[in-house]
């Protein structure tokens, strides 16, 4: 059998061109279909201990943040200083010895004139000036003359003025000093003898 070149058509026409594609389309497809099965014939050889011991990525998780516990704000407690009664029931006894204190107040002045009890008040004033001289030291809290207008600035020292009257918003106020005040610079109890009861302000007295 001879082939003759002469048949090869020279010029390519619609259907020829159809045909060409039609073969290299079906050519890509059977490229495909062999190297997947390749890959298939591949995975398959494989030993199921080997593929079992590639572990799946673990996702990690990131440690979830402590909650940040925001303790409100107290206030400082208010340290409350136990007064002992012995330097109070001391004073209590100065005063009942130089100016019968007690036995003024507690006696019953309904009974007596104006002139009586001027009289005896006279007395318990004297007694009591002394032991506030001779045992305490004082100053006024204000310099100023009582009756005189005077100003209490913002964030004035409440401890020591305590304004009356109306108060209406915040200082400064401006009012009139009625009262000057006094505070203890000194103070010069005498001191208590070891088994001295100061509970007992006055002796009772017996005459024999």
């Avoid at 990690?60 to 943040?65: F, G, I, L, S």
């Avoid at 005189?148 to 918003?169: E, Q």
Wanted: aromatic letters at 4%; glycine letters at 6%.
């Amino acid at each position: 059998m001879q082939f003759d070149p002469t048949l090869i058509p020279t010029t390519f026409d619609a259907v020829h061109i159809g045909l060409a594609a039609l073969v290299l389309i079906l050519l890509i497809l059977q490229i495909l279909l062999l190297s997947v099965a390749v890959i298939a014939l591949l995975r398959r050889g494989k030993p199921a201990a080997e593929v079992a011991a590639v572990p799946a990525p673990v996702p990690v998780r990131e440690a979830p943040k402590p909650l940040e516990i925001v303790k409100p704000e107290r206030p400082e407690p208010v340290v409350v200083k136990e007064a002992t009664p012995d330097a109070a029931l001391q004073l209590l006894g100065l005063l009942q010895k130089e100016a019968r204190f007690v036995d003024f107040v507690q006696e019953n002045v309904g009974a007596y004139s104006d002139a009586e009890i001027g009289a005896a008040a006279r007395v318990v004033h004297e007694g009591c000036r002394k032991v506030l001289s001779h045992h305490f030291e004082l100053e006024p809290v204000r310099k100023e003359q009582e009756n005189s207008r005077i100003t209490l600035p913002k964030g004035f020292d409440a401890s020591s003025v305590r304004p009356t009257g109306n108060i209406v918003g915040d200082p400064p106020f401006t009012g009139t000093l009625i009262h000057r005040g006094w505070r203890a610079t000194g103070v010069k109890l005498p001191k208590i003898a070891e088994g001295h009861d100061v509970r007992i302000i006055a002796q009772a007295e017996v005459e024999l």
